[in-house]
């Protein structure tokens, strides 16, 4: 046994035998918007759906899509839905929600979706559940 401590490959398979393996494609499925526009809103009647597969809170959404949109509106909690003030079509809208995927929700250390948005004094913080990580995040 005290000759293999010494042994680097030994150790090194017995270390990955231990360690369980990461999934492949872990990710997460948004759902696809689905829009009406009435008038010059819009709305997006799936919102609170959206925002659970992005394991956020629907007013931290909100605000992110709103600041992107550079447009009024607002969260409507009885209904689930997201009223912009604008006319959008359904493309811009899923590349900021890849965008804020990225940005607030996958953990850029190890990948995994599995972190939380944590605001400290003025600044935000994005949080791995799985490795640890801490990443300051560009504020919401």
Known sequence: ??????????????????????????GIAI??????RVGD?????NFREI???LRREPAVLTR????????G????????????SIKVS?????????????????CPTCGTVDTKLVKKERSWLLICEACGAEQAVKPI
């Open 1 to 26: 046994m005290e000759e293999k401590l010494f042994d680097y490959p030994w150790l090194l398979e017995r270390v990955y035998k231990k360690i369980p393996p990461r999934p492949e494609g872990e």
């Open 31 to 36: 759902p696809e918007p689905e829009l009406i």
């Open 41 to 45: 809103q819009t709305i997006i009647k």
């Open 51 to 53: 925002a659970q597969k």
């Open 64 to 71: 992110y899509l709103l600041r992107e949109l550079n447009a």
């Open 73 to 84: 509106g607002g969260y409507d909690e009885g209904s689930g839905q997201l009223r912009v």
């Open 90 to 106: 359904r493309k811009p809208i899923e590349q900021l929600l890849q965008r804020f995927e990225k940005t607030y929700v996958r």
